[in-house]
């Protein structure tokens, strides 16, 4: 079994149908995490979102051994938290700063339409984070 299921099964059994099939890739739990982590945050569920932010960050950090994972992390589930204002704003509370620095292109390019958002985001983060990422 591959280290993401066996990962995903650990912390979110209760949906391992949707990533247990022969046909899933990681993408079909990252699918799931993406519409689950809005949930989570509006039920204030910090026990899920903290589930659901480690497995994320456990897929970045994979890049030495799997630049699959790190990519379908980045694609699949990063860039799409500004799609959401509660999952924007919870940006930089969840995600550490040398994760932000690798995929705030993402964001921007997400938000390339409104880019008010995007330098909202990133003075919010500099703000919080005690960082100094570039606009």
Wanted: charged letters at 30%; hydrophobic letters at 35%; one cysteine or more.
């Amino acid at each position: 079994m591959s280290a993401w299921r066996r990962k995903g099964l650990e912390l979110f059994y209760d949906i391992r149908f949707s990533f247990v099939g022969k046909g899933d890739t990681v993408y079909s739990l990252i699918f799931e995490l993406r519409d689950r982590v809005v949930k989570s945050h509006l039920n204030n569920d910090n026990e899920d979102l903290d589930k659901i932010y480690n497995y994320a960050e456990w897929c970045f950090y994979q890049y030495r051994r799997s630049n699959y994972l790190n990519n379908a992390i980045c694609v699949g589930f990063y860039e799409h938290l500004v799609e959401d204002e509660i999952t924007r704003r919870a940006i930089p509370y969840r995600i550490k700063p040398d994760i932000f620095e690798s995929v705030k292109t993402l964001f921007e390019w997400m938000l390339r339409k409104n880019k008010g958002l995007y330098e909202e985001l990133v003075e919010e983060y500099n703000k919080i984070n005690n960082t100094n990422f570039v606009i």
